[in-house]
């Protein structure tokens, strides 16, 4: 069993930062794929950054040049550093990790989310 938890949302003025952690923790072989999703209210889920094992990063057209993804594999954590915040940020914002397990399982696991409010 493989938990994800995310921390560093809250309420932000437009044009600030927040930075968002998420660690990872059980039984795990290892982990590939690392990312970030965000959902809006009434709004499908989308891809906002993912980073490979190796440090590859891909980011959506929308927050390029504003949000960092790193993550430390020593610490089964991953980050997302965004800046030049907008209120079209807002949302809910859910770490995401591809990965194997003991035996060659290989799931996709997910944190419960934290919310990021953009908004003076």
């Known amino acids: 069993q493989v938990q994800l938890v995310e921390s560093g949302g809250g309420l932000v003025q437009p044009g600030g930062s927040l930075r968002l952690s998420c660690a990872a923790s059980g039984a795990i072989f290892r982990i590939d794929n690392m990312g970030w999703h965000r959902q809006a209210p009434g709004k499908q889920r989308e891809l906002v950054a993912l980073i490979s094992s190796g440090g590859f990063t891909n980011y959506a057209d929308s927050v390029k040049g504003r949000f960092t993804i790193s993550r430390d594999n020593a610490k089964n954590t991953v980050y997302l550093q965004m800046n030049s915040l907008k209120p079209e940020d807002t949302a809910v914002y859910y770490c995401?990790?591809?990965?194997?397990?003991?035996?060659?399982?290989?799931?996709?696991?997910w944190g419960q989310g934290t919310q990021v409010i953009v908004s003076s």
């Open positions: 995401n990790a591809d990965l194997l397990r003991p035996s060659w399982v290989r799931t996709s696991s």
